[in-house]
């Protein structure tokens, strides 16, 4: 307990002394100083008072006093490419999209695109309507990026702009993407996209810093993807798409606490558990990219597959 | 059967060198030329600053077809530039004599087109003001970075293989272009490194570009390999291929060989050339043309009939394409228009004359182009899972007009380049040429020093 307590300690310190830097003041501060006093004099250099723009959950800009920020430990530009590269620790996130629930709500597609600064036709996470073999029924299918374990994408990247995090999480990183759009041709699931031109409402984001992990501001030339709400996964919160939903569609959790917490309902059962007894599937499993999305099959749907008044898949399977 | 022979006549040294100086004294239609190729680059620059400023949507490219004209047009490019390899090296390290007048001119095409490839990976860039970050950040992990090694060395040995055997041509150069604008004789006085006709000098050029053409060879296989694995390195339908690498080059071989039948016939009308790219020469391509597209259609059926046979689910739909739907009329346009027919005709002697050979080399280049094409379109159109919730304009793809401007500057580009440098230096070697004639070193040292020139009237 005590050990746990003074490693904590360490990790406050460690984000304040990083501001201390900054300011020039450093004075030959030992490596091993710890304790609370240190931590909350080095507190008292940045209260300043000083207000800077941020991104609030829901994606909107605010105006922040600077202490707030410290507590997360994410300030400049700088410290989110740190941590938002390196991920959260002990953690391997995972979704598991329950296929019997989706009537097409399309709730999480409008709270990620709204949250990740996307024009109508940009998905991060797109309901797709399938079709298995012709004698059963069409189903939806939410399809956000899989953060395979052995993604496609990321080994093409010739810049290191697209990574995977050692939470599972593979991000993209457009303050240094080049735009050859190689990681969008080697994607198997078509989870990439680009900003073809300058993204949505420019100049509302103009002074925003960019952050990792929320993939925003978006950058014209420049590719964008889901990213499991990365910066919601810091604060313990759920992704956008999972809060949004209202039929239980998402199951969003951590592997290695084996637990997974529904998107509507806020039940948390055993992951391992879901995946066994509801027969848990991954796609394309066959090209061996190991992803970390599950589905649970489309079984005992007491609701018709119904799609712009047709409820088969006859005239709709390509159109907008 | 006859052969068709090389020798009919032989040319004194004083006819070579006349020969092969008067077109880059007589510059008689060259400015129309250069303003053809100026005004289609000229477009091309403004849609090219016309993408920088609104960015890749200008481009008819979008999310699902997210590679394009582009990168069809850089495989284009990469694989005519790989004939430079075969013709100079290949044949001219197992001692083929009959390439001699053509192999500059294979390496002018190489250079050439190698140097846009490079600039059209460029202009398909999303952020072409980060390409620093390739050195900054670069990941050697990714086919991108080895495509980049192996283009800069290839572009590098392939300037010394065009420099190198230029260099005995020099002295003839200082000599015969001496009435000529002084920046011109500055660079054949640099070009020639001192060389003055010495034996050992000879010797000395012949043993570096004997090395050069060796180093040439990997380099080459890498370069067209490597391209080739921008695409065998995704699991994607069409590309998920491991005979990509050898398909990709022996179908680089077709696309160069046929470049240089077209080179070939240009020079030898435009720059009269004709007593030396014979007949002879124009029959031995159009063997050797058969041999490679035998060797390319080989690996087609390969490459179709294995899956066409198995008709795996998701395989079936990109075959069909190709074989019936949407671009069959491409896809039979490269295997019969650009492969089978061509076979059979140039079997025929009669075909592998000038005329017809330009006419079925012509074929064969539209069929390397439009191959490219349908090597990267239908795979990113038929993607694993379903292009849904879309614009209608994310389910098709016809290049938009700044992306044909900007591929034209780049096919007018590589044109330049080739002109630029027919223009500069003899397009044969004329030492080479003379040593084949049986004319020795000292013969030429001797009319180096005072041999008679006498334009236009010995020629004729």
């Not at chain 2, 091309?44 to 008819?60: D, E, K, P, R």
Request: glycine share 6%.
């Amino acid at each position: 307990m005590n050990e746990k307590n003074e490693n904590q300690k360490k990790k406050e310190f460690k984000i304040s002394r990083r501001d201390f830097l900054k300011k020039g003041l450093m004075a030959g501060v030992g490596v091993a100083l710890t304790g609370s006093g240190i931590v909350s004099a080095f507190d008292a250099f940045a209260q300043g008072g000083e207000k800077i723009k941020v991104l609030g959950p829901d994606g909107n800009v605010m105006s922040v006093d600077k202490s707030h920020l410290k507590e997360i430990g994410l300030k400049t530009e700088e410290e989110m490419q740190e941590s938002g590269r390196e991920g959260i620790d002990g953690k391997r996130f995972v979704m598991v999209i329950d296929l019997s629930k989706c009537r097409n709500a399309r709730k999480c597609m409008s709270a990620c695109q709204h949250a990740h600064q996307l024009k109508p036709e940009q998905h991060h996470i797109n309901v797709l309507r399938m079709d298995r073999a012709g004698d059963t029924s069409p189903f939806f299918m939410p399809k956000p990026c899989q953060h395979c374990e052995n993604p496609s994408c990321t080994k093409v990247c010739p810049v290191d702009a697209t990574f995977k995090r050692k939470d599972g999480i593979v991000l993209i990183d457009n303050e240094r993407c080049i735009g050859c759009r190689f990681c969008i041709a080697a994607c198997p699931y078509s989870a990439r996209i680009f900003n073809w031109a300058d993204p949505k409402d420019k100049e509302k984001y103009e002074d925003v810093e960019y952050n990792i992990e929320l993939n925003v501001p978006q950058k014209k030339g420049t590719v964008s993807k889901c990213v499991f709400s990365a910066n919601r996964l810091r604060e313990g919160k759920l992704p956008y798409c999972a809060s949004a939903c209202p039929n239980g569609v998402y199951w969003f959790g951590d592997a290695n606490e084996d637990a997974v917490t529904n998107g509507t309902t806020k039940e948390t059962v055993s992951f391992s558990n879901l995946l066994k007894n509801n027969a848990a599937y991954t796609l394309l499993p066959e090209l061996g990219t190991k992803p970390s999305v599950y589905y649970l099959p489309e079984k005992d749907r007491l609701f018709p597959f119904e799609y712009k008044g047709q409820s088969d898949m006859e005239d709709n399977s390509h159109s907008v | 059967m006859p052969e068709i022979k090389n020798k009919d006549t032989k040319k004194s040294l004083s006819t070579i060198v006349t020969d092969l100086t008067r077109p880059l004294k007589n510059h008689y239609g060259l400015t129309p030329w250069m303003f053809f190729l100026l005004s289609v680059m000229g477009v091309g620059i403004a849609s090219y600053i016309y993408q920088l400023q609104n960015g890749l949507a200008v481009t008819s490219m979008r999310d699902y077809v997210s590679w394009g004209l582009y990168i069809s047009s850089f495989i284009f490019f990469i694989a005519t530039a790989l004939v430079g390899m075969l013709i100079s090296a290949v044949l001219g390290l197992i001692g083929i004599k009959w390439i001699t007048p053509i192999a500059r001119i294979a390496e002018m095409i190489a250079l050439g087109f190698v140097m846009w490839a490079g600039l059209i990976i460029i202009f398909d860039m999303g952020r072409p003001d980060r390409i620093l970050n390739i050195f900054l950040h670069g990941r050697l992990q990714s086919p991108i970075v080895w495509d980049l090694t192996v283009v800069t060395t290839y572009v590098a040995i392939s300037m010394l293989l065009y420099l190198l055997p230029l260099i005995p041509d020099m002295p003839f150069l200082k000599r015969v272009m001496s009435d000529q604008p002084k920046w011109k004789q500055t660079i054949y006085k640099l070009l020639s490194f001192g060389f003055v006709g010495r034996p050992e000098q000879y010797k000395l050029i012949k043993k570096l570009t004997r090395i050069l053409a060796i180093l040439i060879i990997p380099v080459a296989l890498a370069i067209h390999t490597v391209t080739s694995w921008l695409f065998a390195m995704t699991p994607r339908i069409g590309w998920d291929s491991t005979i990509f690498g050898p398909y990709y080059v022996t179908g680089a071989f077709v696309a160069g060989g046929a470049a240089v039948v077209i080179a070939m016939f240009a020079f030898s009308v435009d720059f009269r050339l004709k007593k030396y790219i014979t007949e002879y020469h124009f029959d031995k391509m159009g063997k050797l043309l058969v041999l490679l597209m035998l060797v390319y259609l080989y690996f087609n059926i390969n490459e179709f009939m294995v899956p066409g046979y198995k008709m795996k689910a998701g395989e079936d739909h990109h075959i069909l394409t190709l074989f019936t739907g949407a671009y069959a009329k491409m896809f039979w346009w490269v295997q019969l228009g650009g492969l089978i027919i061509p076979i059979i005709l140039l079997l025929f002697k009669r075909m592998r004359k000038p005329i017809p050979s330009l006419i079925i080399a012509i074929a064969i280049i539209i069929g390397a182009f439009f191959k490219r094409f349908i090597i990267t379109i239908p795979t990113l159109m038929h993607p694993h899972l379903p292009i849904q919730n879309v614009p209608a304009e994310f389910h098709t793809y016809w290049p938009s007009g700044v992306e044909w401007a900007v591929t034209m500057m780049a096919v007018s580009g590589a044109i330049l380049i080739i002109t630029i440098l027919a223009k500069l230096f003899p397009v044969m070697p004329i030492w080479e040429i003379a040593h084949e004639e049986g004319i020795s070193n000292e013969e030429i040292n001797e009319f180096i020093e005072n041999g008679d020139i006498n334009d236009e009237e010995k020629t004729s």
